[in-house]
């Protein structure tokens, strides 16, 4: 049996109901099959992908917090440090009811070889828990903050793991955890990511990842002679990776017409209004259909995702799995020309081999949504030395990255004869950095 089929065989067999996980780690050994099938004697003698799918450190803990009304309440938290070889444990913190050990292992699996397509000195590594933030009030969601860091510190730190924030974690979160963070620990120090401009936080950190998303999908479109200028998008999600997809897209004078959430989607044909949906998202914490209030034009799709309207590019930037077989069958069928994954793993791997076979230019999330973790390594830096850059250094930084992430991919797909195979790019350059560095660091 080959190499990569063992160690495929053995992580079904040691991580039984995990099904994202499978699917994360099947899609990187198909892509890096054929680099190991160069090495293979060796990877095999130093047990290299047993290493790789293993965590090094794997922690769940007890969350208890109180609401406002005194009612107790117990809820599961996880951090899994899947691989320090570039650096340290890097990746963010998901609050979402359907976090578990497979949700968690995926994320921190695939965070390595983004993390590494970034370039930075950062390892990958995820966390969260099954918590639910929609309906809470601030104290309640300050409550539970508290609680899941008072375990939390005793395992992060600027040179050991840094968090961020992922789904359900945004600006108020991080500022709830790094208060408790500072209080459990009596320092003041880069421990996560995201925090608020003034108080260590990274200017263009909150528009980092969907901006980054779309400068990568630029820079494709641009060996093609083509630009996203003048094309319609449609984006799912209504988030920060979401918003700030939709703001660059527009900027750069492309009509985006969807935006969604998980209880549907709108449409509006003259182009999203970014003002009113920032608004009701980041303002007011509602949701989509609130958009009707503003644009009476527009149209609510309850419990619909937006793959059937017609576009040229599409953007899936809510949640995994999201984007089926049959919603690429509509979105090929409307003539979209594009895929860029602006969340982790949305598109599954029936509906991405679909695309691919179809001809589409498709981007995976771990390259195309590298741009926030990446601005989340400048966030660090700039900790580090205590100093502030701005906003338009950063962003041109970011801009560099993703134009570097992309050339990275191309130049693998170049050395193993899959052009055009943006998936199998992005998992080979990711792979080769981390395979290099755990080599060269011994048995551990
Ligand atoms: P947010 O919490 O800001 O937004 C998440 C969005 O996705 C909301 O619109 C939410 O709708 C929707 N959503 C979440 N879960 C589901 C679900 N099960 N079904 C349908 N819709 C859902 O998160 P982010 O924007 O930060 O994250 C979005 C994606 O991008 C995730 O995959 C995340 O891992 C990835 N990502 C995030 C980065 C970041 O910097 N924040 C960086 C790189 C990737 P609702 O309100 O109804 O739940
Ligand atoms: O999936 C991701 O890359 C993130 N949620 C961001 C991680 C980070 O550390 O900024």
């Not at 995926?106 to 309906?135: H, M, S, V, W, Y």
């Not at 003034?198 to 263009?204: I, P």
């Amino acid at each position: 049996m080959a190499y990569v089929d063992e160690i495929m065989e053995s992580v079904l067999k040691r991580n039984p109901g995990e099904p994202e996980f499978h699917q994360a780690v099947r899609e990187i050994l198909d892509s890096i099959a054929p680099v190991i099938a160069k090495h293979e004697r060796d990877y095999r003698e130093e047990k290299l992908l047993e290493r790789i799918v293993e965590p090094e450190r794997s922690i769940s803990f007890r969350v208890c917090w109180t609401d406002d009304n005194g009612k107790v309440h117990v809820n599961r938290g996880y951090r899994t440090q899947f691989n320090s070889a570039l650096g340290p444990y890097k990746g963010g913190i998901r609050f979402h009811p359907s976090v578990n050990r497979s949700i968690i292992n995926f994320l921190g699996f695939e965070q390595i070889f983004k993390n590494a397509l970034t370039g930075q000195a950062i390892g990958g590594g995820k966390g969260g828990a099954d918590f639910n933030p929609r309906g809470k009030s601030d104290t309640e969601v300050m409550s539970f903050c508290q609680a899941f860091m008072s375990e939390l510190f005793n395992y992060i730190g600027p040179n050991e793991d840094v968090p961020a924030g992922d789904i359900g974690v945004g600006g108020r979160e991080i500022g709830y955890l790094y208060g408790a963070y500072k209080k459990f620990t009596h320092r003041w120090e880069g421990v996560l990511t995201g925090k608020g401009v003034g108080w260590g936080g990274s200017l263009a950190r909150t528009e980092a990842t969907g901006y980054g998303v779309v400068y990568i999908t630029e820079e494709m479109l641009s060996h093609k002679g083509q630009s996203v200028a003048g094309k319609t998008a449609v984006v799912s999600g209504s988030g920060n990776v979401a918003l700030y997809t939709i703001q660059k897209l527009q900027t750069l004078g492309a009509k985006v017409v969807t935006a969604s959430d998980s209880d549907g989607f709108i449409y509006d044909e003259e182009g999203i209004d970014f003002a009113a949906l920032r608004e009701i998202k980041e303002g007011k914490r509602g949701r989509v259909k609130d958009y009707l209030a503003y644009r009476p034009h527009a149209e609510y799709f309850e419990d619909e995702k937006p793959w059937g309207v017609p576009c040229d590019l599409a953007f899936p930037c809510a949640t995994q799995n999201e984007l089926s077989l049959e919603g690429a069958q509509k979105l090929v069928a409307n003539g979209c020309k594009s895929v860029t994954e602006g969340a982790n793993m949305p598109t599954t791997r029936e509906a991405t081999d679909y695309l691919l076979g179809a001809g589409l230019d498709f981007l995976p999330g771990k390259a195309a949504n590298a741009g926030g973790v990446a601005v989340s390594a400048i966030e660090m830096s700039q900790n580090a030395s205590r100093q502030y850059r701005s906003f338009e250094s950063v962003d041109n930084q970011l801009h560099d990255i993703m134009k570097g992430i992309f050339a990275q991919i191309q130049s693998a797909c170049e050395d193993y004869n899959t052009v055009g195979n943006y998936v199998s790019g992005a998992n080979i350059a990711g792979f080769r950095l981390v395979a290099k560095a755990m080599r060269a660091q011994g048995y551990v």
